[in-house]
Nanobody, 120 residues
Framework: VQLQASGGGLVQAGGSLRLSCAAS??????MSWFRQAPGKEREFVAA???????AYADSVKGRFTISRDSAKNTVYLQLNSLKFEDTAVYYC?????????????????WGQGTQVTVSS
């Protein structure tokens, strides 16, 4: 499966962005977003299973929302109440399982990343 992430940009703290991940196909895949800040390891952000169950990192719970549009083979990540520490390159990823995986090592397919920069 091929993944294309988009929607990143520069936003002030407290602002919002919506990231999109367009997949060549998505019906068999659970999808996730990860992020990587400069000098830090890639970390889990949010995931959505084939059945629609969701999971979030504690640092984004209540501020970010993951969703999917199966008809469009697209997964979205709505980022609200952005903080300076949310600045990172955001990657979407896919794994062919029914449930949710939060470990990046389980993901075989990755998009190219989209930069989110939050100014304080």
């Amino acid at each position: 499966v091929q993944l294309q992430a988009s929607g990143g940009g520069l936003v002030q703290a407290g602002g919002s962005l919506r990231l999109s991940c367009a997949a060549s196909t998505s019906s068999r895949y659970s999808m996730s977003w990860f992020r990587q800040a400069p000098g830090k390891e890639r970390e889990f952000v949010a995931a959505i299973s084939r059945g629609g169950s969701t999971a979030y990192a504690d640092s984004v719970k209540g501020r970010f929302t993951i969703s999917r549009d199966s008809a469009k083979n697209t997964v979205y990540l709505q980022l609200n109440s952005l903080k300076f520490e949310d600045t990172a390159v955001y990657y979407c990823a896919a794994v062919e399982i029914f449930t949710i995986a939060t470990d990046a090592m389980r993901y075989r397919y990755w998009g190219q990343g989209t930069q989110v920069t939050v100014s304080s």
